[in-house]
């Protein structure tokens, strides 16, 4: 029997109780960055990757290891450097002379959370080992597979202004990546608590673990009865549309400016992480405010420019405020 919409809010806020008191085990150690901390939680509870970028000293590392600790989940820290090698993250078969067999010793990626410190440090082969472990949600080692328990999420920082000693990440990769974050400076007054907090003697606060992987199934559960207006998928398609063929859109201007357009995987995103906006907010159903708010983190790393938009000057943000400017909303 279809539920109304006011049975699903209900779900919705009896599911989404524990948002709170996540935010607020965060704040303890986090100052401002509500941008950052929200995605997180988006990508927590979606059990999707996220991709952060932004240079050193924002509190990356630092968001990513407090919200690891609020979970009955396992965290692993992994330190990307050029001399990686695929066997440092996935593990190895170790032969044991006594029995003439191998064993096989797992690495850090049979954890829940994964953190991927400076991605862009590891050479190709490391990244096609992270490729199947985030795509597959399994590892293969000596022929053998080890699924993946739940949740797994891969959250990896990359530091935009040093390129020496550093690998650009495949396309492929770069879009297994549900969200694509640009992490800005804090405000002078969030970096004054910030000096005040840490040059004093309680400077460092304790996180507690207030959620069970099963409190994210049912909060995924709830998700998917979330309604969304068949209007509000067109809207979606529209918008992922015009980075593909900006004419039909009428955003002609646009059509020298993009190289390649989003992939179907921005659908299935937007849509999915509409209705997970939605139940952060404690709402049954989707409204456009919704997929504005998450358009541009899951959009900015499927839209490729051509050279002509370099040479301009014109970043992929740009292109895409014209795209929502202009994207009628229904």
């Known amino acids: 029997m279809p ?67 609020t979970i009955q989940a396992q965290f692993k820290r992994i330190q990307f450097t050029p001399d990686l090698l695929p066997a440092d993250l996935l593990g ?127 909060a995924q559960e709830t998700i998917n009865s979330i309604y969304i207006d068949s209007n509000l998928e067109d809207y979606i398609l529209n918008l992922v549309a015009a980075t593909r063929n900006p004419e039909t859109q009428n955003l002609p201007k646009l059509a020298n400016l993009i190289q390649y357009g989003a992939s179907p995987r921005a659908s299935i995103f937007l849509h999915r992480l509409s209705r997970t906006y939605a139940f952060m907010q404690g709402r049954g159903f989707v409204v456009p405010q919704d997929i504005k708010s998450i358009g541009f983190d899951v959009l900015r790393h499927r839209v490729i420019l051509t050279y002509e938009a370099e040479a301009e000057n014109i970043c992929t943000d740009d292109v895409l405020q014209q795209i929502f400017d202009t994207v009628e909303v229904p």
């Open 3 to 69: 539920q109304s919409i006011e049975e699903i809010t209900q779900r919705v806020r009896k599911a989404g109780e524990f948002i709170p008191l996540l935010n607020n085990e965060i704040k303890k150690i986090i100052v401002g960055q509500d941008y950052l901390t929200e995605r997180l939680v988006l990508s927590l509870i979606t059990g999707e990757h996220i991709l952060l970028e932004g240079v050193p000293g924002l509190a990356k590392t630092t968001s990513v290891n407090t919200l690891a600790q």
């Open 92 to 218: 190895t078969q170790i032969f044991q002379p006594k029995t003439g067999e191998f064993t096989i010793k797992k690495g850090p990626l049979f954890a829940n959370i994964i953190l991927a410190d400076e991605i862009n440090r590891a050479p190709a082969k490391v990244q096609s080992a992270l490729l199947e472990a985030m795509q597959e949600r399994q590892i293969t080692i000596g022929g053998e597979t080890f699924p993946l328990s739940y949740p797994f999420m891969v959250i990896a920082t990359q530091n935009p202004i040093e390129q020496e000693g550093t690998y650009p990440l495949p396309e492929a990769q770069v879009d297994r990546f549900m969200l694509k974050l640009k992490i800005d400076y804090p405000s002078k007054e969030e970096e004054r608590t910030i000096m005040k907090r840490m040059t004093s003697s309680n400077g460092h606060a304790q996180v507690q673990k207030i959620i069970q992987p099963e409190v994210l199934l049912k």
